[in-house]
T-cell receptor, first 115, second 116 residues
Framework: KQEVTQIPAALSVPEGENLVLNCSFTDSAIYNLQWFRQDPGKGLTSLLLIQSSQREQTSGRLNASLDKSSGRSTLYIAASQPGDSATYLCAAVLDSGGSNYKLTFGKGTLLTVNP | DGGITQSPKYLFRKEGQNVTLSCEQNLNHDAMYWYRQDPGQGLRLIYY???????QKGDIAEGYSVSREKKESFPLTVTSAQKNPTAFYLC???????????????FGSGTRLTVV
């Protein structure tokens, strides 16, 4: 059974700092890995998606990498801003032959960026 | 605009009562999912449906029921058999083609259910 772990559980940084959020998964036969942002009491907003054949994806100040062999993904946030404060979740989708896609989530990293 | 709509945003349930949470999507996605989110536990899969008139149990299906009579709709009923229903419920649909060429999933804004 796929298990996804996110470290750290919480992170507090001063504004402007570059930071890295970590995600590890136990089953390397993933179809893709998706990073989400969740604001308090809200739904999930998709940030980046990396297919199993890709190594990284970039969107603005965000960069996500994927290393299937080691079962790890990282989300890099450059020049952090107070508006980046939220919970960041990663979710892995297993490759089950194209017939059954389910996301397995980590518990998230609560990020606080202080002005 | 295309998206997923969950209603209501807040729901209160009395002991022994069944309640139904609505999830509607106009994204033409084949699959739909229900997740439960509790503090410190992340998201757990309740039920999912890959096509109309078919659905499967997720990891924590006990005390819940679903139906998929239309492609656009996937309502979740929280029955009186669910002993601890207070949680945040999220509906998702997919997969959809991501700008990078992969397949991703879209989430609704959630329903917060409280037992009173």
């Amino acid at each position: 059974k796929q298990e996804v772990t996110q470290i750290p559980a919480a992170l507090s940084v001063p504004e402007g700092e570059n930071l890295v959020l970590n995600c590890s998964f136990t089953d390397s036969a993933i179809y893709n890995l998706q990073w989400f942002r969740q604001d308090p009491g809200k739904g999930l907003t998709s940030l980046l998606l990396i297919q199993s054949s890709q190594r990284e994806q970039t969107s603005g100040r965000l960069n996500a990498s994927l290393d299937k062999s080691s079962g790890r993904s990282t989300l890099y946030i450059a020049a952090s801003q107070p508006g980046d404060s939220a919970t960041y979740l990663c979710a892995a989708v297993l490759d089950s032959g194209g017939s059954n896609y389910k996301l397995t989530f980590g518990k998230g990293t609560l990020l606080t960026v202080n002005p | 605009d295309g998206g997923i709509t969950q209603s209501p945003k807040y729901l209160f349930r009395k002991e022994g009562q069944n309640v139904t949470l609505s999830c509607e999507q106009n994204l033409n996605h084949d699959a739909m999912y229900w997740y439960r989110q509790d503090p410190g536990q992340g998201l757990r899969l309740i039920y999912y449906s890959q096509i109309v008139n078919d659905f499967q149990k997720g990891d924590i299906a006990e005390g819940y029921s679903v139906s998929r009579e239309k492609k656009e709709s996937f309502p979740l009923t929280v029955t009186s058999a669910q002993k601890n229903p207070t949680a945040f419920y999220l509906c998702a649909s997919g997969p959809h083609r991501d700008r990078a060429g992969g397949y991703g999933y879209t989430f609704g804004s959630g329903t917060r259910l409280t037992v009173v």
